[in-house]
C-alpha cells in the first residue's frame, strides 16, 4: 500500500522557519513528481508548490515565492519544503502529494497519492 508521510509541522510565530519533509512508504519515488498543498480552516485547498521528479523543474504559487523552497533527496527517498518568513496567513494544513510524472503542476489532480497532513500553525 502506498502512503505518504509528512512531519515537521508545528506552531511557530511570525517571521519564523519551519521545514516539513514527506516520505513515501511502499515505494520509491525518483520517478514521481511531489506537490505540497495547504488548506486553511473554512478554505478551499491550495497549491504551495511542486517539483519534478528529477528535481531540476519547479513551481510555486504566488504566496510563496522568494519564502518558500522545495527540494527533494532522491538518494533518502525525501522530499521538503523549507518555509521562511511565516506569516500567520499561513496557517494551515499541508500536504504533500505525488503522482508518477516527469514534470509537475499545481493542480490537485494531478496527483494520486496524498500525505495526511502536518498543522502548521504560525501566531505570537
Known amino acids: 500500500q502506498l502512503q505518504l508521510v509528512e512531519s515537521g509541522g508545528g506552531l511557530v510565530p511570525p517571521g519564523g522557519s519551519l521545514r516539513l519533509s514527506c516520505v513515501p512508504s511502499g515505494f520509491t519515488w525518483d520517478n514521481y513528481a511531489i506537490g505540497w498543498f495547504r488548506q486553511a480552516p473554512g478554505k478551499e485547498r491550495e497549491a504551495v508548490s511542486c517539483i519534478s521528479n528529477s528535481g531540476d523543474h519547479t513551481k510555486y504559487a504566488d504566496f510563496a515565492k522568494g519564502r518558500f523552497t522545495i527540494s527533494r533527496d532522491n538518494a533518502k527517498n525525501t522530499g521538503y519544503l523549507q518555509m521562511n518568513s511565516l506569516e500567520p496567513e499561513d496557517t494551515a494544513v499541508y500536504y504533500c502529494?505525488?503522482?508518477?510524472?516527469?514534470?509537475?503542476?499545481?493542480?490537485?489532480?494531478?496527483?494520486?497519492?496524498w500525505g495526511q497532513g502536518t498543522q502548521v500553525t504560525v501566531s505570537s
Open positions: 502529494a505525488t503522482a508518477p510524472a516527469d514534470g509537475c503542476g499545481l493542480a490537485d489532480y494531478e496527483y494520486d497519492e
